[in-house]
């Protein structure tokens, strides 16, 4: 599956079906600190990602 | 994973209350947690305008949503901080939210007032970016809104915001800073409209979640400036401390505000204001810190 991350901004792939929370966990990113979103959607952390598909993992925490 | 209240798919697992929500009972879940820190806090009321201090980002977009939504009256008011390609982008997200919604706003851009951006500033006088933001912000939403006869500021500030400002001041022992640390700040002077932060009883990853399912378009950028911030240092710490510990966010935070009030209560804080000499606005000292902050900036030129 394909994975765009920001700050800064990136592809990377990871393999696939993977619930998303695995997803995270291979990237070493805490959950509490992004949004997983699928085309305009967001997707919860047992949901599967197949190895075809595309996912934003989007940051939720800001500085200010 | 199913939600906790209806039983249908959830789309969102909240570790610290241990449940789950789908999309319409989380919308109805953030929208009461918004509700019940204006009641219980007695923010504002229906009859009183709140100009809502708006970046562009996910909180405060959200937050001027949901209080359009509620019906109350509202005015956004914008700084243009003028901080290259970023700041032109986050004003363009203020304007395309309130041009599709019809609400009204004001933008005040630093630029057009100074002929400089937040960074050339910072840089000039030598101070951080974030501490000369922080002075710029506090200063021109308290004097918009009196401007425009708003009595109240509302900002985006939430739970994560909240719980990071209080690990940094505590381990820094700031007690001045700990007790003006509220979720509301009474007008404590004529000229001072009331600050108020209807989101503390939020996550920010709940306020995300709930941007992304209303389709708000919002900046998920991060000001250039914040890059290896003390807040980030201090969420990121509180965020691994949550990962092992649902909840640590919540009682630190919520635990700090119950022993404030029975402080408060007991001595209640006083603060000693006048009127700054150069611009008339409420200040602690003769010359407030915005003026003296422009005031470096004309020396420097």
């Known amino acids: ?64 | 994973m199913r939600c906790r209240k209806c039983s249908a798919k959830a789309i969102i697992r909240l570790p610290r209350h241990n449940t789950a929500f789908c999309p319409g009972c989380f919308s109805e879940y953030v929208t009461d947690q918004i509700e019940r820190a204006i009641k219980s806090d007695r923010m504002f009321g229906r009859e009183e305008g709140i100009a809502v201090a708006v970046s562009g980002g996910k909180d405060s977009l959200v937050l001027w949503e949901i209080l359009s939504r509620l019906g109350y009256r509202t005015l956004g008011l914008h700084i243009d901080l003028g901080i290259g390609e970023y700041s032109e982008r986050s004003r363009k997200k203020v304007e395309a939210f309130a041009a599709g919604r019809g609400l009204p706003f004001v933008v005040h851009s630093l630029r057009e007032e100074h002929g400089a951006g937040l960074s050339e500033i910072a840089e000039g006088l030598r101070r951080p970016p974030c501490s000369a933001c922080g002075v710029v912000k506090r200063y021109n939403m308290n004097a918009i809104a009196f401007q425009h006869g708003m009595p109240v500021v509302a900002t985006g500030h939430n739970l994560d915001d909240e719980a990071a400002r209080l690990l940094g001041n505590v381990l820094h022992w700031q007690e001045d800073y700990l007790d003006k640390q509220s979720p509301v700040l009474p007008n404590s002077h004529p000229k001072l409209v009331r600050k108020v932060k209807p989101l503390y009883r939020l996550a920010e990853r709940e306020i995300a979640a709930w941007a992304v399912l209303q389709k708000i378009d919002y900046i998920v950028d991060e000001c250039p400036n914040s890059q290896g911030s003390k807040m980030l240092r201090y969420k990121d710490a509180l965020n691994r401390l949550e990962a092992a510990s649902p909840g640590t966010k919540h009682q630190f935070y919520f635990q700090f505000l119950d022993r404030q009030k029975a402080r408060a209560q007991a001595a209640p804080a006083e603060p000693d204001l006048r009127e700054c000499a150069s611009c008339g606005q409420p200040s602690t000292a003769e010359i407030c810190s915005y003026c003296k902050l422009v005031g470096t900036l004309k020396v420097l030129k």
């Open chain 1, 1 to 64: 599956m394909k994975i765009l991350l920001h700050h800064p901004s990136r592809e990377v792939a990871v393999a696939g079906p993977k619930k998303v929370w695995q997803v995270l966990r291979e990237l070493e990113i805490l959950p509490d600190t992004v949004l997983v979103i699928r085309g305009d959607a967001l997707i919860a952390d047992d949901d599967v990602v197949g190895d075809d598909e595309t996912v934003e993992v989007r940051p939720v925490i800001s500085g200010g």
